[in-house]
Every structure is written in C-alpha cells, then in structure tokens.
C-alpha cells in the first residue's frame, strides 16, 4: 500500500492552514512536515498492523499480516483451516527475567503441535505455559552462527 498520496494530504493540508503565514513560519512548517515524514510512515504502518490483527481475530479462517516492502507497508491475507487456528497459549513476559510484571499473547498452533507441545511439558513435570516460557528463555541464551559477525575497522562482514 503506497502511503505517499496520504503524506502529500496531511503536506497539503499543512499548505493551507499556513496560507496566511509569513514566508519563515511556511518554511519552518515544511521543514518541520518533512522531518516527520518517517514518524508518520510508522504511525500509518501500525495503524494498517492493529488493523490486520482485529481483521485477523474476526476472520477466523484467514491471517492478515503487514510486510515492509521498500518503504511502503503491504497487506497479505493467508487463509488456514479453522481447526488449526484454535489452540492459544498465553505466555507472560521474558525480559527482564526478575520483572514481575507479565503480558498475554495468544499464540495459534497446528493442534500436533500443540499436542506434542503438552507431552513434553508433562514429562518435565510443568504447565504448558512454564513450558513454552522456559524453550523460549533457552532459545534466546543458545548463540548461533547465522548470528556471528566479524568487525573490522572498515567493515562488518558475517552471514544472517
């Protein structure tokens, strides 16, 4: 979704409430309209993100997601079968290990993997919740290659 024709109108509309302004507030207001632009972009790209997941919950068999492709934000429909969207999993806060605090996230599984998710969490004796928290703290400690770079004083070389 090309999100120029929107910034040219709010431009716009910043051109005529500064009509009757002198030359240096003009000025000073289309500096200021494009030093904004990226803040607006990204309000725009959350804006069509929010939009995506309250389309996404109400869909039911469908997923709307939003890409970056360039600097323009892209809507993308996936459908899925029901059955496999169902299962959710609310999982609290990783960082920073010590806060108390917690937040909810509802993750869709396939149900085999959800299935197979339960089993392991049983045999560690834990809550599917604790489970998933703990794989994902271990997931983040692990250090992998496609994670390394080498510096120098020139140039970051590596792979991702």
């Known amino acids: 979704m090309e999100l120029e024709p929107y910034l040219s109108a709010v431009s716009a509309d910043l051109d005529r409430a500064t009509s009757l302004a002198d030359d240096a507030t003009k000025q000073t207001v289309g500096r200021l309209a494009s030093s904004l632009e990226p803040a607006l972009r990204l309000a725009m790209t959350q804006l069509l993100s929010d939009a995506a997941a309250h389309l996404s919950r109400d869909l039911g068999d469908a997923v709307v997601t939003v890409r970056i492709e360039g600097r323009d934000p892209v809507l993308q429909v996936q459908h899925h079968e ?16 010590d806060d108390d605090g917690t937040a909810r996230v509802t993750v869709r599984l396939p149900e085999n993997l959800k299935r197979r998710a339960e089993d392991l969490a049983q045999r560690a004796d834990q809550s599917l919740n604790s489970w998933i928290v703990q794989a994902i703290r271990r ?16 140039r970051i070389t590596g792979w991702a």
């Open 82 to 97: 029901a059955a496999a969207l169902e299962p959710t999993v609310v999982l609290p806060v990783l960082e920073p290990e």
């Open 139 to 154: 997931a983040g400690q692990v250090s992998t290659p496609s994670a390394s770079t080498h510096r120098s004083s020139r």
